[in-house]
């Protein structure tokens, strides 16, 4: 009945799906455990009349005009104007991150400021992108000492908070994702496109998985469905010969048989507010040093809604993964035990003809929305060509 089955319906899921079906006339099914498509990019209009994401802030950046390009089909953009940007709270003041030469002149006195700019910029070159770490290893005392005060007020307790380790014991891939900008730039991404979908993440995941040859399923776990066998894919009892496009938890899919894969998982606090702004028209503020969550998002201004009754935010509260009912998996913690885990499982993996690997948690591995929608449109690409 389908060519290709495709489990979960997140950006990698739903981009193979409409691709496998639009330009290769697959039937695909695609199956979606939880009670709603879009995975964690799922939005939602609130009690008060205010679109927030559920699972914390999502926002599409990118260079690729492709992938642009592709998904502008199926969504309008509110783009911003002047990038995203980010402050942090330090000692009660907000100041830009990533930490740039904006910053620099906030937390130094101007002489002393300029000074260090020179050296900076002497020392790595305007534009430059810079990890803390890296930084921190410079010969100049001084560019040491403008370090160490990013590490403390900006990176350690934030790092700890959010994956519980310390800077030195996380991946680099990790602590350079936020780097140091040698710049005047504050944006926290450099990305030629940078906003969210005009009405929403949910209309742009509706519009892209309505094509007559997709058919989808939610509220339903895979696993209750799917076998696999040494010899092939088994779906619903009978022999499946199609592709199965696994974007889940590779773990669960052979029931933790090694053990289970270690993720960072978050706790979110909704709150509403009777009044027309509560961060100071900051869409996001960080708090790298006080409070126990690591950050507030005021939806108002991130989606750009125009809503003067309330105002409704969300608090992130980072926590280990255990598996229990209700938690998630959101950040896949990359040290060489856990990606040697993963190795293992997909070893098992790759056994199975017929079954392919796609997203975060079956590659087990961070990825920006973008990044994401060009791999699975590669693998779609790939999968037609083989047939």
């Not at 890296?134 to 040491?144: A, C, K, N, W």
Request: proline share 3%.
């Amino acid at each position: 009945m389908y060519d290709s089955i495709v489990i979960g319906s997140g950006i990698a899921g739903s981009v193979v799906a409409r691709q496998l079906a639009e330009q290769g006339g697959r039937k695909v099914l695609v199956v979606e455990k939880r009670d709603h498509i879009g995975g964690n990019c799922y939005d939602r209009t609130d009690e008060y009349g205010i679109l927030v994401h559920e699972y914390g802030p999502h926002i599409f950046h990118t260079n690729m005009e492709d992938v642009f390009a592709w998904l502008s089909r199926f969504t309008e953009w509110t783009l911003y104007e002047n990038g995203h940007q980010v402050v942090a709270r330090v000692d009660g003041e907000l100041i830009p991150v990533p930490f740039n030469l904006n910053t620099l002149h906030m937390v130094y006195e101007k002489e002393e400021a300029d000074a260090l700019e020179a050296k900076l910029l002497e020392a790595y070159g305007e534009g430059s992108r810079v990890p803390v770490m890296e930084l921190r290893r410079h010969p100049d005392p001084q560019i040491q000492a403008i370090a160490q005060y990013i590490y403390e007020k900006i990176f350690l307790r934030y790092t700890m908070k959010q994956w519980g380790q310390t800077p030195e014991e996380i991946s680099p891939e990790v602590t350079g994702r936020v780097p140091v900008l040698i710049s005047y730039d504050n944006r926290y991404f450099q990305d030629k496109y940078q906003g969210v979908p005009k009405d929403g993440f949910l209309k742009l995941f509706e519009r892209m998985l309505d094509h007559e040859n997709i058919t989808v399923q939610t509220g339903t776990d895979a696993r209750e469905f799917l076998k696999i066998q040494k010899d092939g894919l088994v779906w619903g009892g009978q022999r499946f010969t199609g592709s199965v496009i696994y974007t889940g938890e590779l773990d669960e899919l052979y029931d933790c048989r090694y053990g289970r894969l270690a993720y960072r998982s978050l706790r979110f606090a909704f709150e509403h507010f009777a009044q027309d702004d509560f961060q100071d028209g900051h869409s996001v503020v960080n708090y790298t040093v006080s409070e126990d969550y690591t950050r507030i998002t005021e939806f108002k201004h991130l989606t750009r809604q125009e809503h003067t009754d309330g105002t409704t935010i969300i608090k992130e509260y980072p926590f280990a993964y255990t598996g229990a009912e209700g938690e998630i998996p959101y950040y896949a913690i990359l040290n060489e035990e856990n990606q040697a885990l993963y190795q293992r499982y997909k070893k098992l993996a790759e056994q199975t003809p017929g079954l392919y690997l796609l997203g975060r948690l079956a590659e087990y591995q961070y990825y920006n929305i973008d990044a994401m929608a060009k791999k699975a449109l590669r693998l779609a690409d790939s999968l037609l060509q083989e047939a």
